[in-house]
């Protein structure tokens, strides 16, 4: 069942990236940062009162920390997604995989200790490799079309997504309900961006384009519950790695929608990623039984 909860948090992602391209075309990134807040703190606050899940909670802190994280994750990934074809976005986002594994190799070449098993992360960072080998493919297509700052902050979100993701694990880890969870990120969310829509500016409202921000954040909502709950016991290898199929889905939608063609390289820096991200989840799973969620 939990295969299934991430496979539906994958589509309920990918389709809110194209709500998301689609009104970027008239509000800012701040702007939908806020609404997407508000909408999702909305529909989480009735679903825990039908649930009956109280959204009082003992870690506030933590849920603090994991929204600041989080909130600037989904502010860059949504400034990527207006300025590169989506296929090219979600995968700069999905990238969070790479970077856990880079952060633990890192870890492990500042204190180099062979007899603690040092030595043994050389897969891991082969899989590092790769996966940023795929960035240079994808983003060749981007520095070609003047979209080099789009790409660094699209890369930048997959970045801070590893954090939150971690925090993610940390919350279920001490019981937090996944309605709560979601509830206090959507809150976060409305704060970020009414702060970001201070300084960057309100764009003229419009009821036709305005209903684009629904989408926008009921489906961030469900498919960041339904990866909440998939989440909710200890994670599988399967279930890690089925947040790629986010990635399928982003790419149907690229093509289909919105007529984006990446070239051959940037299809095989796709898949590097895609490669580079399943193996490092299965060599982390060897290290340690759960592996970080998925964020947006």
Same mark, same amino acid.
Request: hydrophobic fraction near 60%; glycine fraction near 12%; charged fraction near 10%.
């Given at each position: 069942?939990?295969?299934?909860?991430?496979?539906?948090?994958?589509?309920?992602?990918?389709?809110?990236?194209?709500?998301?391209?689609?009104?970027?075309?008239?509000?800012?990134?701040?702007?939908?940062?806020?609404?997407?807040?508000?909408?999702?703190?909305?529909?989480? %606050?009735?679903?825990?009162?039908?649930?009956? /899940?109280?959204?009082?909670?003992?870690?506030?802190?933590?849920?603090?920390?994991?929204?600041?994280?989080?909130?600037?994750?989904?502010?860059?990934?949504?400034?990527?997604?207006?300025?590169?074809?989506?296929? $090219?976005?979600?995968?700069?986002?999905?990238?969070?995989?790479?970077?856990?594994?880079?952060?633990? =190799?890192?870890?492990?070449?500042?204190?180099?200790?062979?007899?603690?098993?040092?030595?043994?992360?050389?897969?891991?960072?082969?899989?590092?490799?790769?996966?940023?080998?795929? =960035? =240079?493919?994808?983003?060749?297509? $981007?520095?070609?079309?003047?979209?080099?700052?789009?790409?660094?902050?699209?890369?930048?979100?997959?970045?801070?997504?590893?954090?939150?993701?971690?925090?993610?694990?940390?919350?279920?880890?001490?019981?937090?309900?996944?309605?709560?969870?979601?509830?206090?990120?959507?809150?976060?969310?409305?704060?970020?961006?009414?702060?970001?829509?201070?300084?960057?500016?309100?764009?003229? %409202?419009?009821?036709?384009?305005?209903?684009?921000?629904?989408? /926008?954040?009921?489906?961030?909502?469900?498919?960041?519950?339904?990866?909440?709950?998939?989440?909710?016991?200890?994670? $599988?290898?399967?279930?890690?790695?089925?947040?790629?199929?986010?990635?399928?889905?982003?790419?149907?939608?690229?093509?289909?929608?919105?007529?984006?063609?990446?070239?051959?390289?940037?299809?095989?820096?796709?898949?590097?990623?895609?490669?580079?991200? /399943?193996?490092?989840?299965?060599?982390?799973?060897?290290?340690?039984?759960?592996?970080?969620?998925?964020?947006?």
């Amino acid at each position: 069942m939990q295969a299934l909860w991430m496979l539906l948090a994958s589509f309920f992602f990918a389709t809110m990236a194209v709500a998301v391209k689609i009104a970027s075309q008239w509000f800012n990134p701040a702007e939908l940062v806020f609404w997407r807040g508000v909408i999702g703190m909305l529909s989480m %606050w009735l679903f825990a009162r039908q649930q009956g /899940v109280s959204l009082r909670t003992g870690r506030l802190g933590m849920h603090a920390w994991r929204s600041m994280v989080g909130v600037l994750s989904l502010g860059a990934w949504f400034y990527a997604i207006a300025g590169l074809p989506l296929a $090219t976005a979600m995968t700069l986002n999905y990238m969070s995989s790479v970077w856990i594994a880079a952060f633990l =190799v890192g870890g492990a070449l500042l204190a180099w200790n062979p007899a603690a098993g040092a030595l043994r992360q050389g897969p891991l960072a082969l899989a590092v490799l790769a996966g940023f080998a795929g =960035v =240079v493919l994808m983003l060749r297509p $981007t520095m070609e079309q003047q979209q080099v700052f789009a790409g660094v902050v699209g890369l930048l979100s997959g970045l801070l997504s590893a954090f939150a993701y971690l925090q993610v694990m940390a919350l279920g880890r001490v019981g937090e309900p996944e309605a709560r969870t979601v509830f206090f990120f959507a809150v976060g969310s409305t704060i970020a961006g009414g702060a970001g829509m201070a300084v960057t500016g309100v764009s003229a %409202w419009d009821w036709g384009h305005a209903l684009w921000l629904l989408p /926008v954040g009921l489906l961030a909502s469900l498919g960041q519950w339904c990866m909440t709950r998939a989440y909710s016991h200890e994670a $599988t290898l399967v279930v890690a790695n089925l947040q790629y199929s986010g990635l399928v889905f982003g790419a149907v939608y690229s093509v289909l929608l919105f007529g984006e063609a990446l070239p051959p390289l940037g299809w095989l820096g796709m898949a590097l990623i895609v490669a580079s991200g /399943v193996a490092a989840t299965v060599l982390r799973e060897r290290a340690a039984p759960n592996s970080p969620a998925e964020e947006h």
